[in-house]
């Protein structure tokens, strides 16, 4: 039986989840970069999961409200930014993933594949921005991932458009996004 970790950064995010031949683990990690790679780091170290699985809300310049991604490249905006030597700002699982056979079913079945660009703040603007979806968790998660040799990816519910709404939005968004999230899950 295969274990996976399924990670949330809000309560508000939760929703049970079942994979056939599968034991799931929940996490919440709490919100930002921090909380999220220290809860991950305990969560491996205690379950050793064969996959983990981030699934929450995002933001978009490019795309629309109730938009669903499978991001399976993260992106540091933070790191980005200042770009240091030596600094990695970009991770990718996408030859790790592809062995997965739970993953193979979730792309082959129309998934949109995305990047995700992680950093330490609610984006409510931006001239551009590198990827499809902004979050506050994923890229910690990858890094943690990539450095204890877990697959990772994150499956993100559109919430909000940068630039064009506000907190108030996303707040509101949040049960759309359990039922979205929930409904693609059952689908696949």
């Known amino acids: 039986m295969k274990k996976i970790v399924v990670t949330f950064a809000l309560k508000a995010e939760f929703i049970p989840l079942t994979f056939p031949n599968c034991e799931i683990i929940y996490v919440f990690t709490g919100i930002g970069k921090a909380k999220a790679a220290m809860m991950l780091t305990k ?6 999961p064969d996959l983990v ?3 929450g809300t995002s933001g978009t310049l490019n795309h629309q409200v109730g938009d669903i991604f499978v991001c399976n490249r993260f992106i540091d905006r933070d790191f980005l930014t200042v770009q240091l030597p030596g600094i990695e700002y970009e ?16 792309i082959s079945t129309n998934a949109t594949l995305g990047v995700c660009n992680t950093g330490d703040s ?18 910690a998660q990858a890094i943690v991932c990539k450095e204890l040799n877990k697959p990772f990816l994150a499956v993100k519910y559109v919430t909000d458009i940068i630039g064009e ?5 996303w707040e509101d968004k949040l049960s759309d996004a359990r039922e979205g999230l929930a409904h693609w899950f059952a689908n696949r």
């Open 43 to 48: 969560a491996i170290m205690e379950e050793d």
């Open 53 to 55: 699985v981030n699934i």
């Open 91 to 106: 991770i990718g699982f996408q030859e790790v993933l592809a062995d997965e056979d739970i993953i193979k079913n979730w």
């Open 122 to 139: 609610f984006v409510t603007q931006a001239e551009s921005i590198c990827g499809d979806v902004v979050d506050m968790e994923a890229f």
């Open 165 to 169: 709404n506000s907190v108030k939005h």
